[in-house]
């Protein structure tokens, strides 16, 4: 097995100057599997970026902070938030896997990018503090954030939030999942779907939705969503159900 080259910088400024030099490291619990190919790391845990904050007009993550440290701030973030974080992984990956980690290699299956999704969520990159929305990132993947760092994650405080999912077991990952958020100032409704494919799936309005057309959108967005875990025809059907009544315990139906 080739070695690898270890950098430990302690500066922000340091740790984008060795980008070229390595691919970032946080957590490392999704990198591990993918180690071929790969010849330096550029280890990111001294840069103090695992912060985890709530103002008047939102939430700030860190890009290092840990999905154990999101359930540890429960008590400060909405409920569901919350719960998506500890429904990521078990105990002992989310003491070790960041923010920013999950959001570069998650896929539709995550929990906490689907409400994440629901939450408005921009990304802060460095260089240059560029602060981009998630669903633009998760659509282009690499191509937005190679030769950058995700130095902090921007959810807008909901007025409303859930999420709502159905899986094997309470533990499983979801073979289909919906989150939906209110936003604070306006009616905007936003509502993710995931469960499936590469990234969650956004739809949103700038009013409160018409239930019915809610559902159906769903459903027609989830009509070829089929893989190994559930047909098509399956999440179509609890898709639809988990919008509507999740509407309906936000009282917008």
Same mark, same amino acid.
């Given at each position: ?16 100057? $060795? ?21 330096? $790391? ?9 912060? #985890? /904050?709530?103002?008047?007009?939102? @939430? ?11 359930? /540890? ?19 002992? @990956? ?8 999950? #959001? ?12 994440? $999704? ?19 990132? $998760? ?51 936003? #509502? ?60 917008? /139906?």
């Amino acid at each position: 097995m080739t070695s690898l080259d270890y950098h430990r910088p302690k500066t922000l400024d340091e740790a984008l100057a $060795l980008l070229t030099k390595g691919v970032p490291l946080a957590g490392g619990t999704r990198l591990t599997a993918r180690l071929r190919g790969i010849v330096g $790391l550029v280890d990111l845990q001294d840069l103090g970026l695992n912060r #985890i /904050e709530t103002t008047d007009m939102g @939430i700030v993550f860190g890009g290092t902070a840990t999905l154990q440290g999101l359930v /540890e701030y429960a008590s400060h973030l909405p409920e569901d938030l919350a719960r998506a974080a500890r429904l990521e992984a078990g105990w002992n @990956i989310r003491n070790m896997a960041t923010v920013a980690g999950t #959001i570069v290699t998650g896929d539709g299956r995550s929990p906490l990018l689907t409400v994440l $999704l629901a939450l408005n969520t921009e990304l802060q990159f460095a260089p240059g503090d560029e602060r981009v929305p998630l669903d633009e990132v $998760l659509g282009r993947g690499d191509d937005r954030t190679r030769g950058k760092l995700i130095t902090a994650v921007h959810a807008v405080l909901p007025d409303r939030l859930r999420y709502a999912q159905v899986a094997r077991s309470p533990a499983d990952r979801p073979i289909i999942g919906v989150a939906v958020g209110v936003a604070q100032e306006r009616a905007a409704v936003r #509502i993710a779907l995931g469960g499936y494919g590469a990234h969650p799936q956004l739809m949103s309005w700038d009013e409160t939705p018409d239930a019915q057309e809610a559902a159906d959108q769903a459903r027609s967005m989830l009509a070829d969503a089929g893989d190994q875990w559930a047909s098509s025809e399956y999440r179509a059907a609890a898709g639809a159900t988990l919008v509507t009544r999740l509407l309906k315990e936000l009282d917008l /139906e």
